[in-house]
Structures are given as structure tokens and as C-alpha cells.
């Protein structure tokens, strides 16, 4: 069962690769409504990339007195950093990486496979691409792993 704070998910198995991509479809309904409010004013749509990874991470407000911040800490948060950032170069909207997918994540036909460098890791990751990212939420099983209804609308706090 998945436990909510402030966008946060903690979950395993294929609830993971669920609540990540209702995430990910929440991302996209919302710059797909801005780029529409704002396109008369912005020469260029707003761009984004996601990227998807799992692994333990320390989540929590960090700093002293008033100055904190919400925050991740992990090597799963800089993983899923650098595979964001691997969307530009990929040309693609969604980069997941392979344990996601095998742990949890689509069958293995249904994204694209890649072999990437991540920096500060040894050896080539192997990885899944989404150029449309709406195709992910053909991936998931609306009733499968859980006994909590899916949210109908995933907004930020």
C-alpha cells in the first residue's frame, strides 16, 4: 500500500511502476494544459522529461530552523536524475530504468530497450523509452495489486 508525503510514494513490487505512472500521466495532463492556457503567449511549449528508478532513498525536510527544504536523498534519486536528464539526449519523454521494469514495471516488449552510461556508474544501465508517454498508462492494470482505489486526480501539495 502506498504512503503518501507531499508527491512522495513509498511502495514495492508493481504498485511502484502503477503510482509512478499515474505520476507520470498527472505531468502530463497538467504541461499539456499549460502549454494550451499559455500558447499565446510563449513562443515555445514547456518541455519535460521523467525519469524512473527505485531504490532506497532518505526523504524528508532538511536544513535548520526556518531554512529547510523538502527533499530525496539516494543514490535511487540521482539515478532517476541522470535518467531524466537522459531524455534529451534519448529524444524521448520517459526513461525507466530495467530493474523498474523487471521488479515491476511492463512486459518487456512494450517499451523501447537502450544501453546508456550513467555517470558515477560502472558499466552501461540498461533502460526502457517512452517517446509518447501516454503509452505507459496503457501498461497498467487499473484494479491489479491494490486494494486502494486509484486517485482520480494526483496534484502537488
Known amino acids: ?36 492556457q499559455f500558447a499565446s503567449e510563449v513562443v515555445e511549449p514547456i518541455q519535460y522529461g521523467i525519469g524512473i528508478h527505485a531504490g532506497v ?19 535511487a534519486v540521482n539515478v532517476a536524475s541522470r535518467l531524466q536528464d537522459l ?24 517499451l523501447t530497450r537502450r544501453d546508456v552510461a550513467i555517470r558515477r556508474h560502472d558499466g552501461a544501465m540498461a533502460v526502457r523509452t517512452a517517446v509518447d508517454p501516454t503509452v505507459l498508462a496503457s501498461l497498467v492494470d487499473p484494479v491489479a495489486e491494490s ?6 486526480a494526483v496534484a502537488a501539495e
Open 87 to 110: 531524455t534529451k539526449e534519448l529524444d524521448c519523454k520517459v526513461v525507466v530504468s530495467e530493474e523498474v521494469c523487471k521488479t515491476a514495471g511492463p512486459a518487456g516488449d512494450a
Open 147 to 152: 486494494d486502494e482505489p486509484l486517485p482520480t
Open 57 to 75: 532513498v532518505i526523504v524528508g525536510d532538511i536544513g535548520f530552523r526556518g531554512h529547510t527544504v523538502f527533499t530525496a536523498l539516494g543514490d
Open 1 to 36: 500500500m502506498p504512503s503518501w508525503k507531499r508527491g512522495c510514494i513509498g511502495t514495492s513490487g508493481g504498485g511502484a511502476f502503477r503510482w509512478s505512472t499515474l505520476y507520470t500521466a498527472a505531468v502530463i495532463h497538467n504541461v499539456a494544459y499549460l502549454n494550451h
